[in-house]
């Protein structure tokens, strides 16, 4: 598990240093190369993947980066997954730049909610397609445009099966390390997405990124 935390906190100094990060006028390329270089500089080699992605392509949910310049009102979806000494971290934030519009609120705030209650049914046994099942309960009235899993299993990469999709009976066990990832796309607007890390235990799970979740701590260039 030490490895695992080490890649966890390079991801915690990351958004550490985001948040004091002015975004806009950077473009998504301009975003990655800081990212990149705050993990060298914590955990020196390692590799990287991951999403980041501004206005726009955040209604779309991936991509690498772009030569798109962030602007004020987008949101930045920055899914990152460090990879070192055969562990990867896998954690999910959602920045916005300036003051969110009323839809951005509503949108953050029914993701953050879907995700802090479908932990609530994480333990062993529970199948892949039952925690998928739950995830889209909650994402209501939006739920139409989550397209992707609600999470996955974590080993030595960082997409192993079972993936949370409703064609997946698999069971979690003790000492499963899995994401839950939930989001919502707003065709030709804004995403949001949060992805946060937990151990399966005998008991439910423990959350393995403590960090915050409130969308006060990431709104970049407040009025």
Known sequence: MENLHKVLEAN???????RKTKLEGLTENELKKIILCEYKSFLGSFTFNGDIVAGKNSAVGEG????????RGDAVILDLLPYKNKKCADTTRTFFVGEPSALQREVYNTVKHALCEVEKIL???????????????????????FFHHAGHLIKARRLCQPQFLPNKSARLRVGDVVTLEPGIYIKDEFGVRLENNYLITKNGCKNLFEYPLEIENFISEKE
């Open 12 to 18: 915690k100094r990351v958004f550490d240093l985001l």
């Open 64 to 71: 690498t980066g772009t030569d798109y310049v962030i602007k």
């Open 123 to 145: 333990m062993p046994g529970i199948r892949a397609c039952d925690v998928y099942r739950e995830m889209r309960e909650r994402l209501k009235p939006f739920e139409d445009t």
